[in-house]
């Protein structure tokens, strides 16, 4: 039996979450119709299945406020939390992870231009 499973890169950006948690709104507020810019926090969605200890990928995270991140962690967990809602939070996190090196390559390259 042979297992042909590509293993994706983990991805650590503290610059990314930094941009994520000072220009996003809450995710779940914002899908209720609310901008919420207070106590943004940084979470690292674990996906359907959590087995033991996992190794956090920046470019799976979303901004969410400290009251939605309680809920999700302390009264429903991941899977039960994103089920209630009814939506699956990674396409939102691979947007926002892709506006951001979008924005940060445009950045750099003008940065670059400007400095040579």
């Avoid at 996992?54 to 039960?80: N, W």
Wanted: glycine fraction near 6%; aromatic fraction near 12%; hydrophobic fraction near 30%.
């Amino acid at each position: 039996m042979t297992t042909s499973s590509k293993k994706r890169k983990i991805i650590k950006d503290k610059k990314f979450m930094q941009w994520v948690v000072n220009s996003c709104p809450c995710y779940v507020c914002n899908l209720e119709g609310q901008l919420n810019f207070h106590q943004i926090q940084f979470h690292h969605l674990q996906g359907i299945h959590r087995i033991g200890a996992m190794i956090r990928d920046d470019s799976t995270g979303i901004p969410i406020c400290y009251a939605h991140h309680q809920e999700l962690t302390f009264k429903f967990g991941e899977r039960k939390f994103w089920e209630r809602i009814g939506i699956d939070p990674l396409h939102y996190a691979q947007e926002l992870y892709n506006e951001y090196q979008q924005e940060h390559i445009h950045d750099t390259k003008k940065t670059n231009t400007s400095t040579s």
